[in-house]
């Protein structure tokens, strides 16, 4: 039914469950000797959070943190807002991001800024997708799963108008669902 929407299949769902494999794997080796506060970002986050932890073999705390720019659009609005805050105090707390993708950066550098702010330890951002060519502000992950290309990309947490995020693939939606 949803595939009707779907110009192209950019990643499968074999080859995000192998990827996610390997970021666990690398992670595990990263923070064996850490208790990090793994962050997921709301909402597309929840898929990738919900595989990549299970692949962590390390002591590790989660929390959750709901901020939204992008409404109903396809572009940011710049504006970042915090729907719903941690439950958790970040000082001196190594923390591990996750996110599903980074496009105009503005989301995470946005939290950077703030977890830094309030004194954490250590910061580092493990993103399922990145977009370099949408990049406005300068900010890079630590670990990404794949580079996607100047398009908006639907499925596994990402959601156009909040649709499309139970798709288990990420793929291009037509052009004609959002241009109107
Ligand atoms: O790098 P940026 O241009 O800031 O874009 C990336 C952010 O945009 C999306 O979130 P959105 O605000 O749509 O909220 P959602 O996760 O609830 O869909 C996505 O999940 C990232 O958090
Ligand atoms: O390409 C995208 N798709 C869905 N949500 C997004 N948020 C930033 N970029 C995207
Ligand atoms: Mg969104």
Do not use: C, H, W
């Amino acid at each position: 039914m949803l595939e009707k929407d779907i110009q192209e299949v950019l990643i499968t769902e074999e080859e995000i469950r192998a990827k996610v494999k390997e970021l666990g794997a690398t992670l595990t080796e990263d923070y064996k000797d850490k208790y990090p506060l793994a962050i997921g970002i709301l909402k597309g986050a929840i898929p990738f959070m919900g595989d990549l932890m299970k692949e962590i073999d390390a002591y590790l705390e989660i929390d959750f943190m709901d901020v939204s720019s992008y409404g109903n659009a396809t572009v940011s609005s710049g504006e970042v807002k915090i729907v719903k805050d941690l439950n958790t105090n970040v000082e001196g707390r190594d923390i591990l991001i996750i996110e599903d993708i980074i496009d105009s950066g503005k989301t995470l550098k946005y939290l950077v800024d703030l977890f830094k702010y309030r004194q954490a330890n250590s910061i580092q951002i493990v993103t399922l997708l990145d977009k370099p060519t949408g990049r406005k502000v300068d900010l890079k992950a630590d670990y990404v799963g794949f580079d996607v290309p100047d398009a908006f990309v639907v499925g596994y947490g990402l959601d156009y108008a909040e649709k499309y995020r139970n798709l288990p693939y990420i793929g291009v939606l037509k052009k004609e669902i959002y241009s109107f």
